[in-house]
C-alpha cells in the first residue's frame, strides 16, 4: 500500500466519522485523536472481542479496571522513572526534534531498500531463473550492505544498552545522517527524554503531591494481585486482564493514531510458576497470533519479531507486527517480565505479593508473560487492512472497508426502496425488530445505489432493502457488502441470518 492510499485512509476515517484530529476547532492536539459515531462503535467492538476472548473464554482469566492515577512510588518501584526515556536529539538548522535511534533506524531502512531493489533489478534480468535465495547469499553487493546494517545495528544496540549517548550522536556523525526534512547535519548532543506525563494532585501548591498519569496499564495489574487473588478463585496459572488509557509524551508523533500521546492498551499479565514461563511465552505468543488471524485478515499481513535487546524487566519479547501501509510495525508486544515487577512492589511497598503452591506447598513470587496490544494500532490495522478502492465491472468505483462482521461498526441497514406505498412501515418494524439484537441503521435519502455506497464505506456487512414485493411475500433483498450479491430472503429470516454470521464461536471456537 502506498503513501497516498495511506492518506485516503486517514481522509476516509474523518469523512466517515472514524477519527478526528483532537480539538480541530483550535487547530488540533498533535497525536491526539478522538473516535466518531462509526469510530466508537468499531473500537468498543474491537474491545468486546478481545475481553471476550481474553476474560470469558479463559475460565483462568479474570477482569481489573484500575486507576488511572496511581501512588508515584509505583513508577518508581516500576523502573519508569529512572528507565522508560527515548534518546532525544535537536536539529539546529531546523529545530526539529528526533529520536536519535528511530534516526539511525530509518538509515538502515534506506540499505535494506537498496537490498530489495538489487533484487528487483535481478529478477528482471534472470527472469524465470532467478533463485532469490541463492542471489542473497552470493551477491557481492548484497553481502557488502548486509555487513553495513550488522556492523550499525551492533553499535546501536551496544549504545542503547549502555546508554551511551556520546556514542548514539557518533553514529549519526559517522553515518553522514541529516535532518530529513531541512538536510542539515548540524546536530546537538543526545538527551534522554522521559516520556511520562507529571501532573499534580491536591488542592493548594504546597500540599499538592506529584504524579504521573500512567505510561502502561499493567502496573495497576501488579499492585492489585493481592486483592484479586483474595477475592477470586484463582489458581496459578492465572491472568489478570484490563483495557484502559496509557499516556506518553512521545518525543515525534507521527502516522495517525500508530504513535499517540494519549491511547489505550488491552493488556493480560498471566501469572506462572517460575522456571514454566518460557513455556507460557510460547504458548501466548502463539495464541495471540491465532486470534489475529480469526478475523481472516491475510496471514501474510502478520509476522513475530524477536527481540535482541529486551526491556529492563524482561527476560524474553517479542512482537507481533502487522503491516501497516507504511511497512511492518509493532501492533502487540508479548513480554516474559520474570518476577521483576511483583518484587521491586514487595520491596518498595513492604507487602508481600506472593502465591502459596497448594501443590507443591512453596510460597512464591510468580513470574509473569505479558500480553499487551494497542486498542489504537490495532483499529488502524483493521481499518488499513479492510479499506479498498474497486472498479466495478459497469466501470463504476466504490470504496469499501471489508472489515470483519464481527467488528463492523453497523451490522446492517434497512433501507426502504421508496418512502411511499407503504414501504417505510415495513421497513421501519424489520428495524425495531433488529436493533434490539444488533447496531443496525434505518437509511431512506437517496436512491438505492448511493444508499448501498455509504453501507459500503463504512463497512455494514449487510442491507436490506424493502420493495414492493415485500408487501405480497413478506421478502426482502439482502446484499451482501463484499460479494455484493443479493439474495431473496423472508424478512423473518434475518434475525437468523446475523446472529449465525456473527456467532463468536465461528469467530473465535
Ligand atoms: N506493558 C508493556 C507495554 O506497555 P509497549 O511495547 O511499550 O509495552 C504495548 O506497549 C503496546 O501498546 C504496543 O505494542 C502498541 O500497540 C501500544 N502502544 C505503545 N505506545 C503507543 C503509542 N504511543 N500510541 C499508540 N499505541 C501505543
Redesign the pocket.
Known amino acids: 500500500m502506498s503513501d497516498v492510499q495511506f492518506k485516503q485512509i486517514v481522509s476516509h476515517a474523518k469523512e466517515y466519522g472514524f477519527v478526528f484530529p483532537s480539538s480541530e476547532i483550535y487547530d488540533g492536539l498533535s ?1 491526539v485523536y478522538d473516535y466518531g459515531p462509526n469510530g466508537v462503535l468499531l473500537k468498543n467492538n474491537i474491545k468486546e472481542y478481545w475481553w471476550k476472548h481474553m476474560v470469558q473464554l479463559h475460565e483462568n482469566i479474570v477482569g481489573l479496571d484500575s486507576a488511572v492515577f496511581m501512588h508515584p512510588r509505583v513508577w518508581k518501584a516500576s523502573g519508569h522513572v529512572d528507565a522508560f526515556h527515548d534518546p532525544l536529539i535537536d536539529n539546529k538548522d531546523s529545530k526539529k526534534r528526533y529520536r536519535a535511534d528511530n534516526l539511525i533506524e530509518e538509515h538502515i531502512a534506506k540499505i535494506e531498500a537498496k537490498i530489495e531493489k538489487e533484487v528487483k533489478k535481478a529478477r528482471k534480468r534472470f527472469k524465470e531463473n532467478f533463485d532469490e535465495a541463492k542471489f542473497l547469499a552470493e551477491s557481492p553487493r548484497v553481502q557488502k550492505y548486509r555487513t553495513q546494517i550488522e556492523e550499525i545495528q551492533s553499535r546501536l544496540s551496544n549504545a542503547l544498552k549502555e546508554n551511551n549517548l556520546k556514542e548514539l550522536k557518533q553514529i549519526i556523525i559517522d553515518l553522514e545522517i541529516a535532518d530529513p526534512v531541512s538536510g542539515s547535519r548540524n546536530w546537538t548532543d543526545v538527551k534522554q527524554f522521559n516520556l511520562m506525563f507529571e501532573t499534580q494532585m491536591g488542592a493548594t501548591e504546597q500540599s499538592a503531591s506529584s504524579l504521573y498519569l500512567r ?4 502496573q495497576g495489574i501488579f499492585i492489585n494481585f493481592n486483592n484479586v487473588l483474595k477475592t477470586s478463585r484463582v489458581k496459578i496459572p492465572f491472568g489478570i486482564a484490563q483495557i484502559g488509557k ?1 499516556f ?1 509524551n ?1 518525543i515525534i ?1 507521527r502516522q495517525f ?5 494519549e ?1 489505550e ?1 488491552m ?1 493480560m499479565q498471566f501469572f506462572v510458576r517460575p522456571g514454566e514461563e518460557m513455556k507460557w511465552y510460547d504458548v501466548w505468543k502463539e495464541k495471540r497470533l491465532q486470534w489475529h488471524l480469526s478475523l481472516g485478515f491475510d496471514a501474510s499481513l502478520y509476522r513475530y519479531h524477536d527481540h535482541d535487546q529486551l ?1 529492563h524487566y524482561a527476560n524474553a519479547a517479542a ?1 507481533i507486527e502487522f503491516r501497516f501501509p507504511f511497512g511492518f510495525k ?4 508479548i ?1 516474559s517480565r520474570t518476577d521483576f515487577d511483583l518484587s521491586r512492589h514487595e520491596s518498595f511497598s513492604g507487602k508481600k505479593l506472593r502465591y502459596f503452591d497448594p501443590e507443591t506447598q512453596k510460597s512464591y513470587v510468580p513470574y509473569v508473560i ?1 500480553t ?3 486498542l ?3 483499529f488502524l490495522a483493521v481499518l488499513s487492512a479492510s479499506y479498498a478502492e474497486e472498479t466495478l465491472p459497469d466501470g463504476s468505483t466504490r470504496t469499501v472497508l471489508r472489515i470483519p462482521a464481527i467488528l463492523s461498526p453497523v451490522k446492517a441497514a434497512v433501507l426502504p426502496l421508496v418512502k411511499k406505498d407503504g414501504l417505510p412501515e415495513i421497513a421501519r418494524e424489520i428495524f425495531d425488530d433488529l436493533k434490539w439484537d444488533f447496531q443496525t441503521i434505518y437509511d431512506d435519502k437517496d436512491a438505492i445505489g448511493r444508499r448501498y455506497r455509504r453501507q459500503d464505506a463504512i463497512g455494514t456487512p449487510f442491507a436490506v432493502t424493502i420493495d414492493h414485493q415485500t408487501k405480497e411475500d413478506g421478502t426482502v433483498t439482502l446484499r451482501h457488502r463484499d460479494s455484493m450479491q443479493q439474495e431473496r430472503i423472508h424478512k423473518n429470516e434475518l434475525k437468523n441470518i446475523l446472529k449465525n454470521t456473527l456467532n463468536l464461536k465461528t469467530w473465535l471456537g
Not at 493514531?257 to 500521546?261: D, K, V
Not at 509493532?330 to 508486544?333: A, K, P
Open positions: 497525536a505510561p502502561e496499564t499493567a496509557a506518553r512521545e508523533a493514531i500508530f504513535r499517540m500521546r491511547f492498551q493488556e526491556a512482537d509493532e501492533l502487540e508486544g513480554h505479558e499487551s496490544i494497542g489504537d494500532r490495532m
